[in-house]
């Protein structure tokens, strides 16, 4: 095979270029792809179009597991809008709303009713937000902490769980990467052996309750609440509040079924093959498909009940909701031909060879999670830093014989962190809106907290780096508990802003 030297690093580096600098995925992808068949058509702009399409596109849509992939995707697309019109998201939070009588039980509470909407980011923001504005608005807590709570728990969450968009996607980046290289694993199984080292979203996820404990905020949080409060007696908050629309509120049914019919169907087909021959990820992958359709089945069924409408009106519904995924599965197919362009370039190997002793492969997750952060940071999305890094790093990783399940986790923890704290990316816009605050009140003020998490993450992956073990993450929690609770006592304000 043709050694392309230097050559074979421009076009990962040439799209996480353009992609900071644009700030859009599917034209840093698309040009980089074309970079790197320009490269392998020796230049010749006709060839390179050829060589695009018909040796790498083209080959990678029609892989067995990619086409998988993507329907598997778009059918989770229909799903989630099926369930918001049937109004089912709305129902279950509502019933959390019921516990509220305090300001710490209202925070707990939107925390809590975050982490049951575990089946899509985006909404979870579009969900819980509106839900508890007038409930944070009557206890008198700044929208800004709600808009923390709502965002900490929305990406965290979901990249937790296997079997949403977030665990589809991942797999399919893990499956082509370890096809790079040539390692065996089922990408199900590799995904598995990642979740307890997602340092960042554990670590996220578990800082509210933490934060909450203590009673206090720190740093411009704090002071968010303090403008609220002087706002409340000043009385200039009077013209912000909005007539807010009564609907008619949706049965619990309308999440109930739905989601018990996916539960049952995923733990009946994915149980049956795990104790005959062993899960493969096509099982997997199967198994969530048929999951999601007939839970989609219940949810037409219960819009036809409760809202009398069609079979074909609900099917209109699942269809618009794939469109909505359409955009996801764009950057999955360029991020495919990305991933087997730069395997015929060996962009990969030759890196490896440029980093050679220089660096301690204990530290290379340390590093990515660095480069993660810093990638996704900048372009707003964790999803094109996943689909960018994820083809660089594990074939880099592979030569150094650096510790791979730690490595592909520091490419979520980083994308993750650096998602959660940017003020373009998409969910951290989408939590600004759901809270009803202003976009740069809500990027400083979850910033210092965000970046306690981030600093955990960081000594998480040191630790780990020379002593692998999944049992890492319950010490970690315990030193960032003692790092909050010393923050609240020596910077910390009461929640309700006083000292």
Not at 222 to 230: D, G, L, S, V
Request: charge should be negative; glycine fraction near 8%.
């Amino acid at each position: 095979m043709e050694s392309y030297g230097v050559l074979s690093v421009l076009p990962p580096a040439l799209s996480i270029v353009l992609a900071i600098y644009t700030r859009n995925i599917i034209f840093s992808l698309s040009i980089g792809s074309y970079c790197g068949a320009l490269i392998i058509a020796d230049f010749n702009p006709f060839m390179a179009f050829a060589e695009l399409i018909e040796e790498h596109a083209f080959i990678q849509v029609s892989s067995g597991s990619n086409t998988q992939v993507l329907v598997v995707m778009l059918t989770i697309g229909g799903f989630i809008h099926l369930l918001d019109k049937s109004g089912g998201s709305r129902a279950f939070a509502s019933v959390m709303v019921k516990f509220i009588g305090s300001p710490g039980k209202a925070q707990l509470a939107a925390w809590t009713t975050g982490l049951s909407v575990f089946f899509t980011d985006s909404g979870n923001a579009l969900i819980v937000g509106p839900l508890f504005k007038p409930v944070f608005r009557e206890l008198k807590i700044c929208r800004e902490k709600l808009a923390y709570i709502i965002d900490t728990t929305a990406a965290p969450l979901s990249i937790l769980v296997p079997f949403v968009g977030w665990g589809v996607y991942i797999m399919s980046l893990i499956e082509n990467a370890y096809n790079d290289v040539g390692i065996e694993g089922e990408p199900f199984s590799v995904l598995l052996s990642v979740w307890p080292y997602q340092f960042y979203a554990f670590l996220a996820l578990i800082s509210i309750p933490m934060i909450l404990t203590t009673g206090k905020d720190f740093g411009p949080m704090a002071a968010a609440q303090t403008r609220y409060n002087k706002a409340l007696i000043d009385g200039t908050l009077d013209d912000e509040i909005a007539e807010e629309e009564h609907e008619e509120e949706p049965k619990l049914s309308t999440v109930l079924l739905p989601i018990t019919v996916m539960l049952a169907t995923m733990v009946v087909y994915i149980g049956y093959f795990a104790y005959m021959e062993g899960i493969k990820s096509i099982h997997a992958r199967a198994g969530i498909c048929l999951s999601y359709i007939f839970a989609s089945l219940a949810c037409a069924y219960l819009l036809k009940k409760h809202q009398n409408k069609s079979y074909n009106d609900s099917l209109n519904m699942f269809v618009r909701g794939m469109q909505k995924l359409v955009f996801i599965c764009f950057v999955l197919v360029l991020a495919w031909t990305l991933s087997s362009l730069c395997r015929e370039l060996q962009t990969g190997a030759y890196l490896a060879t440029l980093i050679g002793d220089r660096i301690e492969p204990s530290f290379f997750p340390l590093i990515v999670f660095f480069l993660g952060a810093l990638m996704s940071f900048a372009t707003g999305s964790s999803y094109g830093t996943f689909a960018i890094l994820m083809i660089i790093v594990v074939p880099i990783a592979y030569t150094l014989n650096a510790p791979m399940i730690l490595t592909i986790a520091a490419v979520l923890s980083g994308g993750l962190f650096g998602d959660h704290t940017s003020p373009i990316s998409d969910t951290t816009v989408l939590a600004s809106m759901g809270a009803g605050c202003a976009h740069i009140d809500h990027v400083s003020t979850q910033f210092a907290y965000a970046a306690l998490n981030g600093v955990m993450t960081m000594l998480a992956f040191i630790v780990a780096g020379f002593y692998q073990t999944p049992y890492i993450i319950f010490f970690i929690m315990i030193v960032q508990f003692i790092s909050i609770k010393l923050m609240m006592n020596m910077y910390g304000h009461d929640s309700r802003g006083e000292d």
